[in-house]
């Protein structure tokens, strides 16, 4: 993979080979563009309160992340011989009278901009250009196209990539046929949920060539849209995630179905640790566990636990507390009238978990902590994200109160 910081792209990369792309469309809003059979799923328009929080020092206005929220999401899958796909890159483009068009979609959280085949940097004055006279194999099978950016993070699993298996099986006619959800050696994490849609192993295909010209093949996309412009979208308030409250209310039930006999779990407080990650950890730790275990806390590292027990766990919650990371996503199978506490470096406002709390009716909370090995000052989300922080253990107090 060609990895440079296109912000700043080295002067040996050779761009005589590229054209600029014709457009940029996206399947669920361009109604007369695309050719071939497509179909446009909307659901109703929800909105989000404003959150409580906790340990906030900034006296700055209120960022985007705390106010309410509009939200929309719609859908789209297009039944097509035009698509041309890279597997490796995840990335769905198409070919109309010589011009090449990039499906908007699949540029989200896409790996393509570190590839051989699309530049979009500084040099090209951040417009899209494509590689020309691309060698491509022709794939005949009729597929579904179900591929997923970071596929193997559970929190992009079941969020970006499943959504897309829950759409084509439920909402499409084309669920007899094979589908692409990338590399095949999955884990039985994966496994598990494709079994839950219906989908074994034979089921799949695996596309080796580097890049695929497909006969007859489906693909589609999400379009969540919000007000406020959260991370990472910002400005535009454009998200291509599966955040639908049906899906997550079909995604809850499955996952509780996965669990065949009933494992004790007594734990209607608990707290996620971080322990088993690299980054993003709590410093005082130590103090925050035996503070809250002290009031009847259960600590739980979701990475000691198979996929059943972390389901099981977290669907007998009442309160859940722990800090922003993958774990976190387990908050899926919560009951219905549990809350969850979200410990946040102030300054990092991803909204993941907020939303899906929210699409799912139930009560959110943050704490916020003060960023440990980040420059002072520092308003650089990649830097940011990735912070070690402090909590104060009056603000935790706080927001369990309001919890309760």
């Known amino acids: 993979m060609d990895c440079f910081d296109r912000s700043n792209p080295p002067d040996y990369v050779d761009y005589s080979n590229f054209t600029e792309l014709a457009d940029v469309r996206s399947l669920v809003q361009s109604k007369d563009f695309f050719r071939g059979d497509r179909t446009i799923i909307t659901q109703p328009s929800l909105k989000a309160e404003s959150i409580e929080h906790f340990g906030r020092k900034s006296t700055e206005c209120l960022p985007a992340y705390l106010r309410p929220i509009n939200m929309h999401f719609s859908a789209a899958f297009l039944r097509s011989s035009d698509g041309y796909f890279i597997p490796q890159y995840g990335f769905n483009y198409y070919e109309y009278d010589g011009d090449l068009t990039v499906a908007k979609e699949y540029l989200w959280l896409s790996y393509i901009f570190w590839s051989q085949y ?166 005082n730790e130590d103090q925050l566990v035996s503070h809250l275990e002290g009031k009847g806390f259960v600590v739980i590292c979701p990475g000691d636990h198979s996929i059943e027990e972390q389901i099981e766990i977290f669907s007998k919650a009442r309160i859940i507390i722990g800090a922003h990371g993958g774990g976190l996503t387990n908050v899926i199978w919560a009951p219905d009238d549990s809350v969850v506490i979200e410990i946040v470096p102030e300054g990092f406002f991803d909204p993941g978990y907020r939303v899906i709390y929210h699409l799912q009716g139930r009560k959110f909370i943050s704490v916020f902590g003060r960023m440990m090995s980040v420059p002072e000052g520092s308003t650089d989300d990649s830097v940011i994200k990735f912070a ?17």
């Open 118 to 283: 699309l530049r979009c940097d500084l040099r090209t004055n951040w417009r899209c250009m494509m590689a020309k006279d691309i060698d491509y194999t022709i794939i005949d099978e009729p597929i579904c196209v179900a591929w997923g950016p970071h596929s193997g993070h559970i929190f992009h699993w079941l969020i970006d990539c499943l959504p897309r298996i829950w759409l084509l099986k439920n909402k499409s006619p084309y669920n007899d046929r094979r589908f692409y959800v990338g590399d095949l050696s999955r884990s039985s994490m994966q496994h598990k949920f494709l079994r839950s849609y219906g989908i074994e192993l034979e089921d799949l295909i695996d596309l080796k060539p580097e890049v695929c010209k497909l006969s007859d093949a489906v693909f589609c996309g999400f379009e969540f849209r919000e007000d406020v412009g959260l991370r990472p979208s910002q400005t535009t308030g454009e998200h291509a995630k599966g955040w639908s409250p049906e899906y997550l209310q079909d995604l809850r039930d499955r996952g509780i179905s996965l669990v065949d006999v009933p494992i004790r779990s007594d734990c209607e407080r608990i707290y996620v640790t971080r322990r088993d990650a690299q980054h993003r950890k709590l410093i």
């Open 388 to 404: 070690d922080i402090i909590v104060d253990l009056k603000d935790v107090d706080l927001a369990l109160a309001a919890a309760a």
